[in-house]
């Protein structure tokens, strides 16, 4: 797991304009999202919490609460370098089930070229005591004009880039 003393809360959502999201959004009752920047490497790291309203299977979270989760990730985490994104494919593998009240980080890498951003992604996370990989994700976005969605994607990112 990642050293949580490495980590910075960031309020990604207000960051951006107080914008909605379909996910990052406080909702305990069905999913979570932190946004922390990691002082180490820079990097945007996104805690998930699968609460009782991100069921599928008795007792566990649904597939799709699990690559939402991953594809919020991805999008903030092109967000903290200045890049608005749009996805143009997400494919998620799951490795393991993920029980209601679990709590996960997930870290993303992102390979830009030109307009595409590959962007990759790992949930952790533990179970019974043993730090598991749950998830992975790997998806192609469309880097757009962030004055698209009203929103400065270079003061975003100096935002980020400022966190100490």
């Known amino acids: ?8 809360s960031v309020n990604m ?3 951006l304009g107080d914008r909605r999201s379909f996910v990052a959004v406080e909702s305990p009752s069905a999913l979570a999202l932190e946004f922390f920047k990691r002082t180490d490497t820079g990097g945007l790291v996104v805690r998930v919490q699968f609460g009782a309203g991100a069921e599928g299977p008795p007792g566990l979270a649904h597939s799709g609460s699990i690559a939402a989760a991953m594809s919020e990730a991805m999008i903030f985490s092109a967000w903290a370098i200045g890049h608005a994104t749009l996805a143009m494919r997400l494919n998620t593998t ?33 179970n019974n005591g043993t730090e598991m990989l749950f998830a992975e994700a790997e998806g192609m976005f469309m880097a757009v004009p962030a004055a698209k969605f009203g929103v400065d994607g270079q003061k975003v990112a100096q935002m980020f880039a400022a966190l100490a």
């Open 1 to 8: 797991m990642i050293d949580e003393s490495l980590l910075i």
């Open 94 to 126: 799951y490795k393991q089930m993920i029980p209601l009240g679990t709590s996960a980080m997930i870290e993303t890498t992102i390979e830009i070229d030109g307009p595409r951003l590959t962007m990759r992604s790992t949930m952790i996370g533990m």
């Open 13 to 15: 959502v207000k960051a």
